[in-house]
């Protein structure tokens, strides 16, 4: 009877270790699976941060721009210029584009690339524009500015 019990109890005990060590590998998979989610969070929240970053800068060129046409300031047109194609660079392409937008409005990533792109020819033509002198040109490249902006934010809040 004494070697009857010692082996239930060494049975129990082998059973409770097993049990303990497959909690132990599900606890590890939660914990693993947790970790992924925050890492993929963390991407998705860096992007986030660049992107406002980048639409800051973005606004703040145009401010320049604006300023630069109010006060007659050459220098802080082609800085507000310089500013905006900065900030832009992140839309380089379709795929990069794709990045930042929702994930139901990952089907409109060319138009905001496309979007991008004219507002970069935008800014070209209005620095030449500058460039030469011609100022009321170059005024009149604002308006495809604003108008690759409003077409990328449509898309994206729904306007």
């Known amino acids: 009877m004494l070697l009857k019990d010692i082996l239930f109890l060494s049975f129990i005990y082998i059973s409770l270790n097993s049990i303990n060590i497959i909690i132990r590998c599900k606890t590890m998979k939660k914990i693993i699976i947790g970790l992924s989610m925050l890492l993929a969070l963390g991407f998705q929240a860096m992007a986030n941060d660049e992107l406002s970053k980048s639409m800051r800068d973005m606004r703040n060129g145009?401010?320049?721009?604006?300023?630069?046409?109010?006060?007659?300031?050459?220098?802080?047109?082609?800085?507000?210029?310089?500013?905006?194609?900065?900030?832009?660079?992140?839309?380089?392409?379709e795929k990069s584009s794709a990045l930042y937008l929702p994930k139901n409005k990952q089907r409109f990533a060319k138009v905001s690339f496309l979007?991008?792109?004219?507002?970069?020819?935008?800014?070209?033509?209005?620095?030449?524009?500058?460039?030469?002198?011609?100022?009321?040109?170059?005024?009149?490249?604002?308006?495809?500015?604003?108008?690759?902006?409003t077409r990328c934010h449509a898309i994206v809040r729904r306007w």
Do not use: P, T
């Open 115 to 149: 979007s991008a792109y004219n507002m970069n020819l935008s800014l070209e033509r209005m620095k030449e524009y500058v460039e030469l002198g011609e100022i009321v040109e170059a005024s009149d490249s604002m308006s495809g500015i604003i108008h690759s902006c």
């Open 62 to 93: 145009l401010q320049l721009i604006q300023d630069g046409f109010s006060y007659n300031n050459k220098e802080g047109i082609l800085a507000g210029i310089q500013k905006i194609q900065d900030a832009n660079k992140i839309f380089h392409d």
